[in-house]
């Protein structure tokens, strides 16, 4: 009844005054009498308020120049090649804005405490285009010999296909340099079961016989991991890893993972991958 007697309200408005005059008659038929049931909208100034944008983005939690953290171990394994096994972790951090990180990055393996090696990147991640960043910083190798220090400067960002690709450039002492190319993807085949392919290639242009590492495509890694998201942060994964060390070129020991010394090996593994 209400709803007939505002459309005939409107039409006689219409007749009478016109456009105006019947959306007049239709708003102020939106106050409601007491105890009609109708709720009236809110009025366009109470659903946009006239205050200055800080205010609001903070409101709306939209502020670009916000910062925010996050932790991630992208692989935390178990490696066994049936002669020996060894632990592996790859892992970031970062803190900052959109545009400027602050990230920190650290991977290594080894099959003990005192034959682990690794390094350690802190690098300043500035974005530059819709897909890439830039990066710059400082990187350190530990284990297998003397603590050696580098400059790095490379580029981050996804590819066509989805393909995410790091690749970093080093500046050593004495003209030394070195590269790491990384690519990996995630292959999703559930929403919660994920198929991730992975390469990774190290580089050097000078032998280094104190940690026991030759010229030339230094190591190869490249995995196949399936993980199960028991939760976004949580996801245990099973896997395959084909790893060349440069331990049996250089004639020493040196290789991280199960079997170092090995030319090349196939390796079980198990792991899980979290963050926070």
């Known amino acids: 009844m209400l709803r007939s007697v505002r459309w005939l309200a409107m039409a006689v408005a219409l007749v009478a005054g016109g456009p105006s005059a019947a959306m007049a008659a239709l708003a102020d038929d939106d106050v409601a009498p007491v105890g009609s049931g109708h709720v009236a909208p809110p009025a366009p100034a109470a659903l946009m308020p006239d205050m200055p944008y800080a205010q609001m983005a903070a409101i709306m939690d939209m502020n670009d120049a916000g910062r925010v953290g996050q932790v991630v171990v992208d692989q935390w394994e178990l490696r066994d090649n049936g002669a020996a096994r060894a632990g592996v972790w790859e892992a970031e951090g970062w803190y900052g804005g959109d545009y400027d990180k602050l990230l920190v990055r650290s991977e290594g393996d080894g099959p003990s405490g005192a034959a682990t090696r690794g390094r350690v990147e802190l690098l300043w991640d500035r974005i530059a285009t819709r897909w890439w960043s ?60 994920i198929l991730q392919p992975e390469l990774e290639l190290n580089g050097y242009s000078r032998a280094d016989r104190a940690r026991q590492q030759r010229a030339g495509l230094s190591d190869i890694d490249a995995g196949l991991r399936l993980r199960y998201e028991i939760r976004r942060e949580l996801a245990p994964y099973l896997g395959l890893a084909w790893v060349q060390r440069d331990g049996a070129g250089a004639g020493a020991g040196a290789g991280a993972g199960a079997g170092a010394g090995a030319a090349d090996q196939l390796q079980w593994l198990i792991g899980v991958r979290f963050w926070f």
Do not use: C
Request: aromatic share 8%.
């Open 134 to 193: 830039v990066q710059a910083g400082a990187r350190y190798d530990a284990g297998g010999g003397p603590g050696k220090g580098w400059a790095a400067v490379g580029v981050r960002g996804l590819a066509p296909y989805w393909i995410d690709i790091e690749a970093t450039l080093y500046l050593g002492s004495a003209g030394s340099v070195a590269t790491r190319l990384k690519a990996q993807t995630d292959l999703r085949l559930t929403q919660r079961l």
